[in-house]
């Protein structure tokens, strides 16, 4: 289940990178929508819709958001293998 969970988050990731999903937020859960902001690839459905909606961020804000997630990532593994608590 837990790879699942990894999935979802990736997801919501590249939508972001891809420019379609605007609120992205470490203090925040996947949302809701983000099932709409793909296409089905069950039902085959194309990805003409999601090419157009589609505006990659630059690379020094990619970069940026990508540093702020690992350092807060690393906080929390080396605070939990300190035995500490979360501030």
């Known amino acids: 289940m837990l790879k699942i969970k990894w999935y979802v988050e990736s997801l919501w990731a590249l939508v972001w990178v891809l420019g379609i999903n605007k609120n992205f937020k470490v203090d925040e859960p996947v949302g809701d929508d983000l099932i709409q902001m793909v296409p089905d690839v069950r039902k085959t459905q ?42």
């Open 46 to 87: 194309n990805f003409t819709t999601l090419k157009a909606k589609t505006l990659i961020l630059n690379e020094k804000e990619i970069y940026q958001q990508a540093d702020f997630y690992y350092r807060v990532h690393w906080y929390c593994v080396d605070t939990r293998l300190k035995g500490g608590k979360l501030q």
